[in-house]
Structure formats: structure tokens, C-alpha cells
């Protein structure tokens, strides 16, 4: 019996182990939201979860900074709504070179343009996330559970989609939405900031993967 | 990560010294071309420093839209450059003999221009174009030589394939009034193109040491 309880506790301690040796490898942050008391769980309405390019957007220009792996990378990120539900999305140097553009018609991925260092299969799916996530095309019928935060009183949406789980965080003074989150799991995998919001749009986005060595930041010029 | 931030770099120092613009409708090519490029090394000779104002546009042909930019260029004999963008962002390039220092808002980065190959031949572009030697550089690039009544106008298409994948060619604009620098621009294989013009360009105006000292 002794020889048994051993040999689970060596079990378990392995397996203890294991996770915190995965937990690090991954370098993934946990997403953990104790602090979220659920309100309700029902059906989105249209136009109830909104991005910040919606409808009235036309277009916008960023200082842009990006990190990937141990390399920066500053220039201006132009954003700009064209007709048919198309999205382009251009990155350029300060002195203009262009480093990548994209197009997004309603939720399909166009590469028009990218420069090898950043033509590699996992960082252009990223980005692609990324910008999905900004843009939140498709958010309608869709069943959300909705809380509230117990600290901030901020309220919160949660929606999934195949196995992935975005957390909208809605600022409860202004109505604006302050944070996007997306988990696979228990992970955090992309956490997007909005602060600084002028005119309903906001002035700093940042961009962060717990993941994988990619940050951007942008700035606004002029919207 | 084949192409780094160094050759980035090497784009951008490129990108500041060579000009272009205009229709080329009206350019006819250059009868006496070794004549055009003593008189240019002649007034490189005697240019110690330029001080001038830029207006840059980058122009997105797909989109119909021109990010517009603007700020000062100081250039000092040998190899003291500042180029520096006011407009619409800050942005600060110093190129101060063999050191390189960038500062984007509160990023500042220093890069040793001898301890690299690519700095090396940035150095190369840099006092070949001030002193004209860059249009004797046609091992890297093809040139071609035009005029009309109030430019001279060099088109440089570079041979490597690295290069091309930045830029199909670089055009070069000198005023024929002083044989300076007046306009560049930075043609992308979409028709994408940067455009940098030169104004209020004053020539050997004193500049103090201190404008080409980092931060």
C-alpha cells in the first residue's frame, strides 16, 4: 500500500512537473478572470459589440512601432475602409519604404505586398488575427456571456468560437471598449489596449502576445 | 531575417541622396555626360555644408492616398548628416563619421557604421553622392542620364535582386542652377512611389558641430 502511494505521489509530482515545464516552454500567459461575476448569457445583438473601424470609419494613420523577436521596427500605419466591405492595411518606414500591405474583405486575407522579414507563415497569421480581432466583422447572432467586473464595474463579453475564447472589455463611464482578449484554453494568446480615446476613437493601441516575441504599438497621427 | 535592420537602414541613408520627379516626357538624354559629372564633383568640392528644408510624400497608388511628412536635412563635410522629421511625427536619423544614432520618440538606437559591412557601403553612397562618385558606381547600378530646361536627371536601376525587391529604381534630380540636390524619388515595383523634395536649400551656411551630436 506504502509502495503504492509512492508511486502515484512520484506520478503526480512528474506530472506537476511537466506542466510548469510546458507552462514556461509555451511562454504563455494564463488567462485567468476570478474577477468577472457573469450577468447573462444570450444571443449578441446587431450592432450591440462594435470595433472602433466601424460603419462611419474612413480612414486612419499611425506611428507605428513593432517588435519582432529582437528587432524594432518604426514606421506609419495607414488603415484605410475602401468599398465592399474591403479593409487596406499598409505599413511603411518613416522615409517610405513600404514593409507589408494587406487587404481584408469582409473576414478573407489578402497579402498584396510583404517584405521577407516578415513573410513567414506564422507571423502573417498572427498579424491577420491581430487585425481580425480589431476589426470584429461577424459579431452578430452570436451567443455571448456577459459579465461584469467586480473591481471596475467594467463590463465584459465573452465569446467563443472554435475552441478560442475573445473577452471584450467595455469601459462602464464611457461605453468604450478598452481591451480585447483572445485565449486558446487557460492561454492568453493576443491582448489588444485601446486607450487614450478622442472623438470616440482611441489614440494608443497596443498590442501584445504573451506567446511569441510580436508587440506592436501605434500611435494615432490623423484620423 | 535575411534582410535586417542594417539594410533597412542602407534604404534609408540611400533614400535621402537621391532625388527625383517630374514628367519624363520632357527629358531628352545628356549629350556630354563626363562634362555633367565634373561640373557635379567640381560643386561637390566646393559644397562644405547644406542646410534645407524636405517635404516628403509617399504616395500609395492602389489607394489614392499621399502620407505627407516634413522636416530639416543638415549635411556637413565629410560624412555629418542630420535628417530629421518634424512633421507629422518626430523622427531622427544623425550620421556622425563611423556612428549612427536613430531616436523615434523616446527610443534612442546607436549603430557602429566601421563594424559592419553594409554601414561601410552606406558610408560609400553617402559621400559618393555628396561628391558625385555614386553616378561612377555602375557596377551596382545601371544609369541613365537626361535633362531638360531646369534639371538634370539621373535614373539609377539597381542590379541586385535584394534591392529590387525595395526599390525599382531611384531617380536622382540635380537643379541646374547649382547642380544640387533638389528632389528624389523611390519607385516600388507596384508604382508605389516616395517622393522627397528640397527646399530652401542653403549651402555653406555654418553648422555647429553639436547639430550632428546624439541626444
Same mark, same amino acid.
Given at each position: 500500500?506504502?509502495?503504492?502511494?509512492?508511486?502515484?505521489?512520484?506520478?503526480?509530482?512528474?506530472?506537476?512537473?511537466?506542466?510548469?515545464?510546458?507552462?514556461?516552454?509555451?511562454?504563455?500567459?494564463?488567462?485567468?478572470?476570478? $474577477?468577472?461575476?457573469?450577468?447573462?448569457?444570450?444571443?449578441? $445583438?446587431? &450592432?450591440?459589440?462594435?470595433?472602433?473601424?466601424?460603419?462611419?470609419?474612413?480612414?486612419?494613420?499611425?506611428?507605428?512601432?513593432?517588435?519582432?523577436?529582437?528587432?524594432?521596427?518604426? &514606421?506609419?500605419?495607414?488603415?484605410?475602409?475602401?468599398?465592399?466591405?474591403?479593409?487596406?492595411?499598409?505599413?511603411?518606414?518613416?522615409?517610405?519604404?513600404?514593409?507589408?500591405?494587406?487587404?481584408?474583405?469582409?473576414?478573407?486575407?489578402?497579402?498584396?505586398?510583404?517584405?521577407?522579414?516578415?513573410?513567414?507563415?506564422?507571423?502573417?497569421?498572427?498579424?491577420?488575427?491581430?487585425?481580425?480581432?480589431?476589426?470584429? *466583422? $461577424?459579431?452578430?447572432?452570436?451567443?455571448?456571456?456577459?459579465?461584469?467586473?467586480?473591481?471596475?464595474?467594467?463590463?465584459?463579453?465573452?465569446?467563443?468560437?472554435?475552441?478560442?475564447?475573445?473577452?471584450?472589455?467595455?469601459?462602464?463611464?464611457?461605453?468604450?471598449?478598452?481591451?480585447?482578449?483572445?485565449?486558446?484554453?487557460?492561454?492568453?494568446?493576443?491582448?489588444?489596449?485601446?486607450?487614450?480615446?478622442?472623438? &470616440?476613437?482611441?489614440?494608443?493601441? *497596443?498590442?501584445?502576445?504573451? &506567446?511569441?516575441?510580436? $508587440?506592436?504599438?501605434?500611435?494615432?497621427?490623423?484620423? | 531575417?535575411?534582410?535586417?535592420?542594417?539594410?533597412?537602414?542602407?534604404?534609408?541613408? @540611400?533614400?535621402?541622396?537621391?532625388?527625383?520627379?517630374?514628367?519624363?516626357?520632357?527629358?531628352?538624354?545628356?549629350?556630354?555626360?563626363?562634362?555633367?559629372?565634373?561640373?557635379?564633383?567640381?560643386?561637390?568640392?566646393?559644397?562644405?555644408?547644406?542646410?534645407?528644408?524636405?517635404?516628403?510624400?509617399?504616395?500609395?497608388?492602389?489607394?489614392?492616398?499621399?502620407?505627407?511628412?516634413?522636416?530639416?536635412?543638415?549635411?556637413?563635410?565629410?560624412?555629418?548628416?542630420?535628417?530629421? #522629421?518634424?512633421?507629422?511625427?518626430?523622427?531622427?536619423?544623425?550620421?556622425?563619421?563611423?556612428?549612427?544614432?536613430?531616436?523615434?520618440?523616446?527610443?534612442?538606437?546607436?549603430?557602429?557604421?566601421?563594424?559592419?559591412?553594409?554601414?561601410?557601403?552606406?558610408?560609400?553612397?553617402?559621400?559618393?553622392?555628396?561628391?558625385?562618385?555614386?553616378?561612377?558606381?555602375?557596377?551596382?547600378?545601371?544609369?541613365?542620364?537626361?535633362?531638360?530646361?531646369?534639371? #538634370?536627371?539621373?535614373?539609377?536601376?539597381? #542590379?541586385?535582386?535584394?534591392?529590387?525587391?525595395?526599390?525599382?529604381?531611384?531617380?536622382?534630380?540635380?537643379?541646374?542652377?547649382? @547642380?544640387?540636390?533638389?528632389?528624389?524619388?523611390?519607385?516600388? @515595383?507596384?508604382?508605389?512611389?516616395?517622393?522627397?523634395?528640397?527646399?530652401?536649400?542653403? @549651402?555653406?551656411?555654418?553648422?555647429?558641430?553639436?547639430?550632428?551630436?546624439?541626444?
Amino acid at each position: 500500500m506504502k509502495k503504492y502511494l509512492i508511486k502515484h505521489s512520484m506520478i503526480y509530482k512528474n506530472l506537476i512537473k511537466s506542466l510548469i515545464i510546458i507552462l514556461l516552454l509555451s511562454s504563455c500567459s494564463i488567462s485567468f478572470h476570478g $474577477n468577472l461575476q457573469r450577468i447573462e448569457k444570450r444571443q449578441l $445583438n446587431s &450592432g450591440e459589440l462594435k470595433s472602433v473601424f466601424n460603419d462611419g470609419f474612413n480612414k486612419v494613420l499611425f506611428k507605428a512601432r513593432i517588435q519582432l523577436y529582437n528587432k524594432y521596427f518604426s &514606421g506609419l500605419l495607414f488603415i484605410k475602409s475602401i468599398e465592399n466591405n474591403t479593409i487596406r492595411i499598409v505599413f511603411v518606414t518613416e522615409i517610405g519604404i513600404k514593409i507589408f500591405e494587406f487587404e481584408f474583405i469582409n473576414n478573407d486575407f489578402n497579402v498584396h505586398y510583404c517584405l521577407e522579414m516578415f513573410n513567414k507563415k506564422v507571423i502573417l497569421k498572427t498579424l491577420e488575427k491581430d487585425i481580425k480581432l480589431l476589426l470584429m *466583422n $461577424n459579431l452578430v447572432d452570436e451567443k455571448v456571456k456577459i459579465f461584469e467586473d467586480k473591481k471596475s464595474k467594467n463590463k465584459v463579453y465573452k465569446l467563443k468560437k472554435n475552441g478560442q475564447s475573445n473577452y471584450y472589455f467595455i469601459d462602464k463611464e464611457t461605453g468604450n471598449l478598452i481591451k480585447i482578449e483572445n485565449s486558446s484554453g487557460i492561454f492568453r494568446k493576443v491582448i489588444i489596449e485601446l486607450n487614450d480615446y478622442k472623438d &470616440g476613437f482611441p489614440n494608443k493601441i *497596443n498590442i501584445v502576445h504573451p &506567446g511569441i516575441k510580436l $508587440n506592436i504599438q501605434l500611435k494615432l497621427i490623423e484620423s | 531575417m535575411k534582410i535586417n535592420s542594417k539594410l533597412f537602414f542602407t534604404l534609408s541613408v @540611400l533614400s535621402f541622396y537621391c532625388f527625383s520627379s517630374f514628367s519624363q516626357s520632357s527629358y531628352k538624354a545628356i549629350e556630354d555626360i563626363s562634362l555633367f559629372k565634373s561640373n557635379l564633383a567640381e560643386m561637390s568640392r566646393k559644397t562644405n555644408t547644406i542646410k534645407s528644408d524636405f517635404i516628403q510624400e509617399k504616395n500609395l497608388s492602389f489607394l489614392s492616398e499621399k502620407i505627407i511628412s516634413k522636416g530639416l536635412f543638415y549635411f556637413k563635410k565629410e560624412n555629418k548628416i542630420r535628417w530629421q #522629421y518634424t512633421e507629422p511625427f518626430d523622427y531622427l536619423i544623425i550620421i556622425n563619421d563611423d556612428k549612427i544614432f536613430i531616436k523615434d520618440e523616446d527610443k534612442e538606437s546607436k549603430y557602429d557604421m566601421g563594424s559592419n559591412k553594409i554601414f561601410n557601403e552606406i558610408n560609400k553612397i553617402i559621400t559618393g553622392c555628396v561628391q558625385g562618385e555614386i553616378l561612377n558606381n555602375d557596377k551596382d547600378y545601371k544609369i541613365e542620364y537626361y535633362e531638360n530646361d531646369n534639371f #538634370y536627371y539621373v535614373k539609377l536601376t539597381p #542590379y541586385s535582386d535584394k534591392m529590387k525587391e525595395f526599390l525599382s529604381n531611384i531617380d536622382i534630380y540635380f537643379d541646374k542652377k547649382d @547642380l544640387s540636390v533638389s528632389k528624389l524619388e523611390m519607385i516600388e @515595383l507596384s508604382g508605389d512611389y516616395t517622393k522627397i523634395e528640397f527646399l530652401n536649400k542653403k @549651402l555653406n551656411e555654418e553648422i555647429p558641430d553639436k547639430t550632428f551630436n546624439d541626444l
